[in-house]
């Protein structure tokens, strides 16, 4: 068996991740080739808890058989990759992704309300509206940055929409949204992971007590939005403490944003990079549509990994694991498996089956919001393919250095 320095791959190097893409889905492609899990020692970071290492689930059906088995694979004590300080969640409190059941399954349950086909349904005419507004302002503009123009400004909006977040204080939200992402990768100096962390967490801080203090207002005076829901006993009895509250919309603000935001930034250099693929999409919109999102998701993994804890020993294709081991599930390495996908590196929008794991593997934590961010990327290419039909990319993006969020920083873009 090949060992981590045998293969000259090194996941738990920021150096291996300064390389381009297509660089490291070749070295993805060559450990799927092994014939069980690698193991990657740790190293240190600075701030961060530094463990044993990890073994690397790169093959589809390893992530796919680790997130459906939620009780050998716990989420707790965190998902991310390495693993935060303990104070961390003592301050913020428990993010929903890093809890498992029953105490994940109590959090999910009262904000799946958020995302029930009946609210997703009303919520199309509101998206659709600021769509329009966007591309309005695009036209007015002239075309410099797809980001910031476009891909960064719906997914913002209708969450603040949904949450009923005054209009007055939105642009605080976005300020402290773009700060909180900055800090999602590997860092290896000291001075520099102090300052995007201090950064980080001070954001943080100011938007969940933004939300905190909305939730103590709605609970006097509820209105039609989902802070009020949240935070008002529905006929279980069941809300969320202001501690829930702040921490489920520094997640849905954090993660829903970028899933959706960076779908809609790769989209567009997927379609201008395959002409063919555009021209299939722009011939039958409506139905081809949902299989561009899919594809699009599969190709780019906008959440790059997640972390799991074992919890009993279990055997996964030939490796003994043990309780306390921990393995992380690359969804970019899985979505790109040949055994599952057909020409995995090139980009088919009419792809049947497409069974990636983009937003996550089956299970319990399979992303609660990918509806609305299917929805909301739907309908922003829609009016950007009716009023702006040329628009395509024109030159290469600048992408976030980072382990985990498969962020586009900026893309430039003409119509």
């Known amino acids: 068996m090949e060992t ?5 791959i090194d996941l738990a190097d920021l150096a291996f991740w300064r390389r381009p893409p297509a660089e490291r889905d070749r070295d993805f492609a060559r450990l799927r080739a092994l014939d069980r899990p690698v193991f990657f020692p740790e190293r240190r970071v600075p701030l961060l808890r530094s463990g044993r290492g990890f073994y690397a689930l790169v093959r589809h059906a390893e992530v796919v058989e680790a997130s459906r088995n939620a009780r050998v694979f716990s989420s707790e004590p965190a998902v991310t990759n390495p693993e935060p300080p303990g104070w961390v969640k003592h301050v913020f409190g428990d993010s929903m992704v890093n809890l498992d059941d029953p105490r994940h399954a109590r959090l999910r349950r009262i904000v799946s309300r958020a995302f029930s086909p009946k609210r997703l349904a009303a919520l199309d005419g509101h998206i659709a509206a600021a769509a329009a507004r966007i591309v309005d302002d695009v036209v007015r503009e002239g075309p410099r940055d797809f980001v910031r123009q476009v891909a960064a400004r719906l997914p913002i909006h209708v969450i603040c929409d949904m949450m009923g977040i005054p209009g007055d204080i939105r642009a605080k939200v976005h300020e402290h949204v773009d700060v909180s992402t900055a800090y999602t990768g590997v860092r ?9 962390a201090g950064r980080n967490m001070a954001a943080l801080f ?3 007590r933004l939300v905190i203090r909305l939730g103590r207002e709605r609970e006097r005076a509820p209105g039609d939005d989902l802070v009020s829901a949240l935070v008002t006993a529905n006929v279980d009895g069941e809300r969320l403490t202001p501690r829930e509250l702040g921490s489920f919309f520094t997640l849905l603000l954090v993660a829903g944003n970028e899933t959706a935001r960076n779908t809609m930034a790769h989209m567009l250099r997927l379609l201008t990079e395959h002409p063919g693929q555009r021209e299939l ?3 039958d919109f409506e139905g081809r549509v949902a299989g561009a999102i899919e594809e699009t998701v599969r190709v780019v993994s906008p959440i790059m990994q997640f972390r799991r804890t074992v919890t009993e020993e279990y055997e996964l294709r030939g ?3 043990a ?3 921990k393995v992380v599930l690359f969804y970019g390495s899985a979505n790109r498996d040949a055994e599952v996908f057909a020409d995995p590196d090139g980009y088919d929008i009419t792809r049947r089956p497409n069974p990636h794991v983009g937003f996550g593997g089956p299970g319990p934590h399979f992303c609660l919001g990918a509806n609305l961010a299917r929805q909301e990327i739907k309908i922003m290419y829609r009016e950007l393919f009716d009023r702006l039909p040329g628009i395509r990319t024109t030159g290469e993006p600048e992408l976030l250095l980072s382990n985990f969020d498969n962020s586009v920083r900026a893309q430039p873009f003409t119509f």
């Open 188 to 196: 290896m100096s000291l001075a520099r992971t102090a300052a995007m």
């Open 323 to 325: 309780p306390g081991d």
């Open 206 to 208: 100011a938007l969940q």
């Open 4 to 8: 981590a320095v045998e293969t000259g």
């Open 281 to 283: 999409l722009a011939g």
């Open 319 to 321: 490796v003994r694991l």
